[in-house]
């Protein structure tokens, strides 16, 4: 059983930064794509960045430029690093990884990122 385990969450205010990490543990394989998910009250899910095993990252136009994808350790390890925050960067944080390209097969618990103007 895989496990993701999201940190690094918190309140900051507009333009400051925030890392997130996320550990993955349990029956780890070499998964094909780690990422990172957020949802904000009342909107949908939307997906923010990942990353492939090796190394390609991409991004949503909304987060690209201020928000870097790294995995590294074992490469079962993800963080995301997020400068130049804004309030509509607020929302839960998901930890996600996958075997193959398709919907993510695991998810973490969530971590709230919390922006204020």
């Known amino acids: 059983q895989v496990q993701l385990v999201e940190s690094g969450g918190g309140l900051v205010q507009a333009g400051g930064s925030l890392r997130l990490s996320c550990v993955a543990s349990?029956?780890?394989?070499?998964?094909?794509?780690m990422g990172w998910y957020r949802q904000a009250p009342g909107k949908q899910r939307e997906l923010v960045a990942t990353?492939?095993?090796?190394?390609?990252?991409d991004y949503a136009d909304s987060v690209r430029g201020r928000f870097t994808i790294s995995r590294y350790g074992a490469k079962n390890t993800v963080s995301l690093q997020m400068n130049s925050l804004k309030p509509e960067d607020t929302a839960v944080y998901f930890c996600?990884?996958?075997?193959?390209?398709?919907?993510?097969?695991?998810w973490g618990q969530g971590t709230q990122v919390t922006i204020s103007s």
């Open positions: 996600t990884a996958k075997y193959e390209a398709r919907e993510p097969d695991y």
């Open positions: 349990g029956s780890i394989a070499s998964f094909y794509m």
């Open positions: 990353i492939t095993f090796g190394g390609s990252a």
